[in-house]
C-alpha cells in the first residue's frame, strides 16, 4: 500500500493483486492478449535443487508383465513431460528473454507479451505438476497410482483458462509474428539465428503450436496405463476420471481452437471482398462457417476433355457458398518459419438453398432446368495432354449399350447359320453378349469411381435474355472420396439446418451459444405418422435397428440418406386380449418409407437384434454381412402372451423361426442377449436364460432356467461384457455368464422407485427411475455412484414435480433423456474409456411429442468401403500420355465368370515390337471361354492352314484366327482401372470408416416447444416419429 501511495506503477499492479486476493467481489477480468491483465496469476519459480525432475528407480525383481508394462508407459510418461517443459522453458528462454531485454528491442514490450501470452503460466502449471509427478515416482514400487494426480492437476478451472487464453490468442500471435517477419528485418534475422542454432532445427512456431497438442498426448498415455490396469486395482477408477478430466479439457479447447481458426478463416475472406452486402454478411453474428476446403476447379471441353484445372478455396457457410481464388504467394524466409495465410479473390458467391449437387449421370437435370456447364473457351486449352472426364464415360456407356443391342442382333442371326464353325457358334455369340454386358458394369464402376473424387454443384447464375433463370455447372476436384462424402453430406445438413423447425431447433443452457458447432446441435430431419389413424388404440412400445448394405445406393445417396437397414417400430393394445404389431421401414433414402407390416396375436412388449458372435475385426464383420444377407438377421419379439418370437429377416422378408414359451405366460418386459444366452425380463420378478451352442444360431426351447430376483417386475435389462444387469424395484442385480452367480446393489433409497432405464458408455451406467425427475451414473466395475443430476432444473420448459424419465439413450457423446411430458433433452458425456460424467448444462428440443417419449433408438451404419477406396484411375490414370499403351491383361484363373483382356497376338508378337513400331491396341471380347478350339467344327478363317489342327486342340491361347474375331476398336480409359492399386493408399482406405448416425424418437403427436399448436385433437394422440440426423463421423 505504501509503494501504490507513492505512485509507482510496481506498488499500483502489486495493490490490484493484493486487493483481488482479498477481496471476493473483485474478480479477474476477460483476457484480451495485450499482456497487462496477468493479475490473478502468481508467478512461481520451480527451484531444480529443491525440486529435482522426477525419475525412475531401478527395476525391482519379481514385477508381473503388467506391472513391467506399467512402469514403462509411466517413464513414457516423465520424458514427455519433460520434453514438454524444455520446449516451453526454450520459449520463455530464448525467445521471449531476449526481445523483452532494453539493448535488443527488436519489438514492443507490448507486442512480445502478446505474442507469448499465458506461456509463463503454462509452464507454472506444469511445473507444479512434475513437482507432484516426482513425488509419485518416487513411491511408485509402493502405490502405483497416478490417476488422481492427473485429477487434481487438471481439473483446476485455472488450467482451462490459461490454455484457453493461449489457444483464443495463438492465430493473432501468428499474424504478429509474421507481420513482424516482414516489417522489421532484424526479427527475421533473430528467428532465424535462433533456428539455426537449435540443435533439433525447430522454429518458434513448432515450439508454439505444442500447448496446443499436449493434451491428446496425455489421453494416449493414459489409455494405454488404463488398457494394462486391472479390474481390482486401486489405480482403475482414478485413471478412467483422469481420462474423462482430459478428454472434457481437450473437447473445449478443441471448440476454442475450431472457433479461432474459424473467425480467422472469416476474417481472412472478408479483408478481401469487395461486395459490400458480401462483407455485412461474413460479419454477421449469424453466420457460421460449417467447411471450408483447397479443391481444384476443373473445366471440361465438348468432348469430356480436360481445358483447365486451378485450386480454388471453397467456404461453406450456413446459408451461403462461396468461392475463392487463392494466392498463397509470400517470402520464402518467412513461409519457413511461420505459416503464411493466403489471400482470396472472391470468384462467385451463391445461395446455399439454390445451390444443388449433380452426380455424372444426371446431366439430363441440366436440359429440365436450364443448367448450362460452365467452360472455358477452346483458345484456352494448351496442347499435348489430353485428360478424358466423367461425361466422357457416361457417353461410353451409352456406346457399350448400343453395342450390346448390336451383337444381341448378331446372336439372332447365327443362330440361322446352317454350317457349324468353331469360332462362329451360338456360344461365341452368347459369350460376346456376356462380355458386353461385364464392360458395361465396369463402364458403370468406373463413372461411380469417377464420382468419387469429383463435386459437380449446380449453382444460380445471370438469367438469360428471356429471363428464364440458368444454373452454372462448377465441377471440382477433391482431395479424397472422404472429402467428397464430407462436402455432400455438409451440403445437405446445411439445408436441413434452415428449415423452419431447425431455426432454431435446440434450446442450450450455456451463457453463451455462440462456443456451440454448427451441427454440434442433432438436426431434425422429418417426422412422420407410426401404426395407421384407424389403430390409434395401439401404444408405442419398442423399436430397433435392423442394419444392412444395399450395393444399389449410389455414392452420394449413401452420403445423405440415413443409416443404411430397417427400423422395426411395435407396439400394442392396453389389454392382453389386444394384438400386437410391427411395422418395419426402409432407411435406405432420406427419409423412411414403410414397406411392411406384420400383424401379432399380442401386444408386443420389447424387441433385440441379435448379433452375430465374434465380429470384431473388419474381415469378420464383412464376412457376418455376407452371411445375414443369405440367412438374414436375427430379431427376437417379446409379447405380452409369455412368448417369444425369433424372426429371420432378409431385406422386406421375414421369417418366424422360432418360438419361446414361457411356462406360466408371464410377460416378456425386456430381451437382452449376450454371445451364448438370451436373456428375458419377466413381469413376476424373474429373469428367463436361455442358452445356445457354440457356432449355433437359435437358442436351445429346453434350455431355460429361472433367475429369482424378487416380487417386482424386470423392467430392464442391460449387457455387459461378462455379464447382465437386471433390475427389479429399487435394486439391480449382477449377473455372471454361465455360473448365473447374482451380486445385488441398491440403485435408489427409495423401494417405490423402481429403476426402468439403463444405457452405459466406457465404464459409468446411467439409470432412470419410474418416479422423480434424477438420473444416477453408476461404476461399472464398484458398483458405487459416482454422479446424480436433476433434469427438471436444467430447463425452464418442464413442470417440476410433476417429471419423470420415459427412454434414455446414449450416443455419439450424447445423453439423450425423454420425458414423460414429451420433452427430449441432451447432455455431453466422453466417449472414451472414461467415466461419463455430465460434464454440461445440456440442450432442451424445441421439437416435442404431446404425449410420453415412448422410445429412444439409435441407428447407425457405416459407408461401404469399397466407396471409400480411390479408384486407380483417379490416382495415376490422369498422370499417363495418351499415347501410353493402357490395355491391360487380366487372367481370372479359369474360373467361372472370368475375362480376359489384352493384346491378342500371335506368340511372335509377344516380344515386344521395334522401335517406332506401336503395338496395335485391341481388346478380346470374351467372359467364359478361353479358347474356340473344343468347340465342334473348323475356325472360320481367310488364312490357309499351317502346321497340323493338332496344334489348335493343345493351345489354350487365342490364336490369330480366332482371336481376330474377336478385336474391337480398345478406348484407352476402360482398361485403367485394371491398374494393381498402391498397398498403402488401399489399406488407408480399409482403416477408414465412415459412420453415418441418426436417432429416432417415439411418442404420441408432435409440438413445437414456446409456439402455438395448430394440430387437431386427433394428431396430438396420432403415433409419430421424429427423426434427427447427426453428420458424418470418421474414425480409424
Avoid at 451463391?350 to 477452346?378: C, F, I, M, T, W
Avoid at 484456352?380 to 461410353?396: D, E, I, M, N, W
Avoid at 436417432?999 to 394422440?1021: L, Q, W
Amino acid at each position: 500500500m505504501k509503494a501504490a501511495r507513492n505512485g509507482t506503477k510496481d506498488g499500483l499492479e502489486k495493490t490490484k493483486l493484493a486487493m483481488i486476493r482479498k477481496v471476493s467481489f473483485l474478480h479477474r477480468k476477460e483476457s484480451t492478449g495485450d499482456g497487462r491483465d496477468d493479475a490473478g496469476y502468481m508467478d512461481v519459480s520451480v527451484c531444480e535443487l529443491k525440486h529435482p525432475p522426477p525419475q525412475l528407480c531401478p527395476m525391482p525383481e519379481g514385477l508381473s508383465s503388467q506391472q513391467v508394462v506399467r512402469r514403462l508407459i509411466l517413464s513414457s510418461i516423465v520424458q514427455s513431460e519433460s520434453s514438454y517443459l524444455d520446449s516451453l522453458k526454450r520459449i520463455l528462454q530464448e525467445y521471449q528473454k531476449p526481445m523483452l531485454e532494453p539493448q535488443n528491442f527488436i519489438l514492443s514490450p507490448k507486442k512480445v507479451r502478446q505474442i507469448f501470452f499465458r506461456l509463463q503460466e503454462i509452464h507454472q502449471c506444469h511445473s507444479m505438476f512434475q513437482i507432484a509427478l516426482a513425488c509419485r515416482v518416487a513411491e511408485w514400487d509402493h502405490s502405483e497410482k497416478i490417476g488422481d494426480l492427473f485429477v487434481a492437476s487438471f481439473s483446476k478451472s485455472m488450467v482451462l483458462n490459461v490454455y484457453s487464453d493461449y489457444i483464443n490468442n495463438f492465430t493473432n500471435a501468428m499474424a504478429l509474428i509474421k507481420k513482424a517477419c516482414m516489417s522489421k528485418p532484424t526479427f527475421l534475422d533473430f528467428l532465424k539465428k535462433k533456428q539455426a542454432s537449435s540443435p533439433d532445427r525447430i522454429t518458434l512456431y513448432g515450439l508454439m503450436v505444442k500447448p496446443i497438442q499436449r493434451f491428446p498426448q496425455f489421453i494416449l498415455l493414459l489409455q494405454d496405463m488404463l488398457k494394462n490396469t486391472s479390474k481390482s486395482h486401486t489405480d482403475r477408477l482414478p485413471l478412467q476420471l483422469a481420462l474423462t478430466e482430459l478428454e472434457t479439457l481437450a473437447e473445449k479447447l478443441n471448440e476454442q481452437k475450431r472457433l479461432a481458426d474459424q473467425e480467422a478463416e472469416i476474417q481472412q475472406l472478408a479483408h478481401s471482398v469487395g461486395d459490400r452486402n458480401l462483407n455485412k454478411l461474413l460479419n454477421s453474428e449469424q453466420r457460421q462457417l460449417i467447411q471450408c476446403e483447397l479443391l481444384t476447379e476443373i473445366v471440361y471441353g465438348d468432348k469430356g476433355q480436360v481445358l483447365k484445372a486451378k485450386e480454388r478455396k471453397v467456404f461453406l457457410l450456413n446459408d451461403t457458398l462461396i468461392c475463392a481464388n487463392v494466392n498463397l504467394k509470400g517470402p520464402p524466409d518467412i513461409s519457413s518459419l511461420v505459416p503464411v495465410g493466403p489471400k482470396y479473390t472472391v470468384k462467385w458467391c451463391a445461395p446455399l438453398l439454390q445451390s444443388q449437387v449433380v452426380e455424372v449421370g444426371q446431366d439430363s437435370l441440366q436440359n429440365k432446368e436450364g443448367v448450362s456447364l460452365r467452360r472455358h473457351n477452346s483458345t484456352s486449352s494448351t496442347s499435348g495432354k489430353v485428360f478424358l472426364g466423367p461425361p466422357r464415360l457416361y457417353q461410353q456407356l451409352e456406346e457399350l449399350q448400343h453395342d450390346l443391342g448390336v451383337v444381341e442382333e448378331v446372336s439372332v442371326l447365327v443362330s440361322t447359320l446352317h454350317g457349324t464353325y468353331q469360332n462362329l457358334n451360338t456360344t461365341v455369340s452368347q459369350d460376346w453378349c456376356l462380355a458386353l454386358q461385364r464392360l458395361i458394369r465396369l463402364k458403370e464402376e468406373e463413372i461411380q469411381n469417377a464420382n468419387k473424387c469429383r463435386l459437380r454443384l449446380a449453382v444460380p447464375g445471370k438469367p438469360d435474355k428471356s429471363g428464364r433463370p440458368v444454373s452454372i455447372m462448377v465441377v471440382f476436384n477433391t482431395p479424397s472420396p472422404l472429402s467428397k462424402i464430407s462436402w455432400v453430406n455438409r451440403l445437405h445438413l446445411a439445408k436441413i439446418a434452415q428449415r423452419q423447425e431447425n431455426t432454431p431447433g435446440w434450446e442450450s443452457a450455456e451463457e453463451d451459444n455462440k462456443t456451440k458447432a454448427p451441427f454440434s446441435f442433432p438436426l431434425l430431419t422429418c417426422k412422420l405418422p407410426v401404426f395407421s389413424p384407424k389403430t390409434h388404440t395401439l401404444k408405442l412400445e419398442a423399436a430397433l435397428h435392423s442394419p444392412s448394405q444395399s450395393s444399389l445406393l449410389g455414392f452420394c445417396t449413401a452420403s445423405t440418406s440415413l443409416p443404411q437397414g430397417y427400423l422395426w417400430v411395435a407396439g400394442g393394445g392396453r389389454s392382453s386380449n389386444q394384438s400386437g404389431q410391427v411395422e418395419i421401414f426402409s432407411l435406405n433414402r432420406a427419409a423412411p418409407r414403410l414397406v411392411k407390416t406384420v400383424p401379432l396375436r399380442a401386444p408386443v412388449l420389447c424387441l433385440e437384434y441379435v448379433r452375430e458372435p465374434n465380429a470384431c475385426s473388419e474381415e469378420r464383420e464383412a464376412e457376418k454381412t455376407q452371411t445375414a444377407v443369405k440367412t438374414g438377421n436375427i430379431i427376437c419379439v417379446g409379447l405380452q402372451d409369455g412368448s417369444i418370437h425369433v424372426y429371420s429377416s432378409v431385406d422386406t422378408a421375414v421369417q418366424c423361426l422360432l418360438t419361446l414359451v414361457i411356462a406360466d405366460s408371464c410377460p416378456i418386459l425386456c430381451l437382452k442377449h449376450s454371445l451364448s444366452f438370451l436373456f428375458a425380463g419377466l413381469a413376476n420378478g424373474k429373469v428367463a436364460v436361455y442358452h445356445r451352442k457354440a457356432g449355433e444360431r437359435l437358442w436351445e426351447v429346453d434350455s431355460c432356467r429361472m433367475v429369482s430376483l424378487g416380487s417386482e417386475p424386470v423392467c430392464c435389462l442391460l449387457t455387459l461384457e461378462d455379464s447382465v444387469w437386471a433390475s427389479c424395484a429399487n435394486q439391480v442385480t449382477v449377473i455372471q455368464g454361465s455360473s448365473l452367480h447374482t451380486q445385488s446393489f441398491e440403485a435408489h433409497p427409495d423401494p417405490c422407485c423402481s429403476v426402468s432405464h439403463m444405457v452405459r458408455s466406457g465404464g459409468g451406467v446411467w439409470m432412470a427411475f419410474s418416479r422423480g425427475s434424477s438420473i444416477h451414473l453408476f461404476h461399472t466395475e464398484t458398483l458405487e455412484p459416482l454422479q446424480e443430476v436433476n433434469i427438471s432444473t436444467r430447463t425452464a420448459h418442464l413442470t417440476p414435480g410433476q417429471v419423470c424419465v420415459s427412454s434414455l439413450l446414449i450416443c455419439q457423446g450424447l445423453l439423450w433423456v425423454g420425458t414423460n411430458q414429451g420433452v427430449i433433452l441432451t447432455f455431453p458425456v466422453p466417449t472414451l474409456e472414461g467415466i461419463p460424467k455430465i460434464t454440461g448444462k445440456g440442450l432442451t428440443s424445441l421439437n416435442a411429442h404431446c404425449g410420453p417419449v415412448d422410445f429412444l433408438v439409435s441407428t447407425s451404419g457405416s459407408l461401404a468401403s469399397d466407396l471409400l477406396r480411390r479408384d486407380s484411375m483417379l490416382n495415376g490414370g490422369e498422370d499417363s500420355s495418351p499415347g501410353e499403351t493402357r490395355g491391360i491383361k487380366s487372367d481370372m484363373g479359369g474360373e467361372e465368370g472370368g475375362y480376359r483382356v489384352g493384346h491378342s497376338s500371335s506368340p511372335q508378337d509377344s516380344e515386344s515390337p521395334p522401335p517406332g513400331e506401336e503395338k496395335p491396341k485391341r481388346l478380346l471380347l470374351q467372359y467364359r471361354l478361353y479358347s474356340t478350339c473344343q468347340l465342334p467344327g473348323k475356325p472360320l478363317t481367310a488364312q490357309p492352314e499351317q502346321g497340323s489342327s493338332k496344334g489348335l486342340q493343345d493351345s489354350l491361347e487365342h490364336s490369330p484366327e480366332d482371336g481376330s474375331i474377336y478385336e474391337v476398336s480398345e478406348d484407352p480409359d476402360v482398361w485403367v482401372r485394371g491398374r494393381p492399386m498402391e498397398l498403402g493408399k488401399e489399406g488407408e482406405a480399409k482403416r477408414s470408416k465412415v459412420t453415418s448416425i441418426a436417432i429416432f424418437s417415439g411418442g404420441r403427436g408432435y409440438r413445437r416447444i414456446g409456439e402455438k399448436s395448430t394440430e387437431t385433437s386427433s394428431d396430438a394422440v396420432e403415433n409419430t416419429l421424429l427423426v434427427w440426423q447427426l453428420p458424418l463421423t470418421l474414425s480409424q
